[in-house]
């Protein structure tokens, strides 16, 4: 479970994705976006187009904040905004796989932004 500080809320977000970038993954899309302060927060999205049974959205959505939440425990990120747009084929990848490619487009992301 992502602590309170790490969520990030779109519902008060209304410019977001205008204004972040955009990485792909094997299993998810991810849009990123610097803040000037605070923490890492991160959002997930399951599309009902995609993914029809909410049980099978629900579970993607789980694990992708188990992942997360493993990732801000072993890595320190400066303050940015992260939503990452799961795909069916998230929940079939082992897990330490996907711990190292978000990490790995996390990192290359947001170094290219200039940080």
């Known amino acids: 479970m992502l602590t309170k500080q790490n969520r990030l809320k779109l519902r008060d ?4 994705f205008s204004q972040a970038q955009k990485f792909s993954g094997s299993g998810f899309t991810g849009f990123i976006r610097e803040q000037m302060s605070g ?10 187009k995609y993914i029809p049974g909410a049980v099978q959205r629900n579970k993607l959505k789980r694990q992708a904040r188990g992942v997360v939440n493993e990732l ?23 897990r330490v796989l996907v711990l190292r490619e978000l990490q790995e ?3 290359r992301v947001y170094s290219s932004t200039g940080k």
């Open 13 to 16: 977000e209304k410019q977001f």
């Open 39 to 48: 923490m890492a927060e991160f959002t997930f999205l399951a599309p009902k």
């Open 72 to 94: 801000l425990h072993t890595q320190k990120f400066s303050p940015l905004q992260c939503v990452l747009v799961l795909r069916k084929n998230f929940g079939l990848q082992q």
């Open 105 to 107: 487009k996390l990192n």
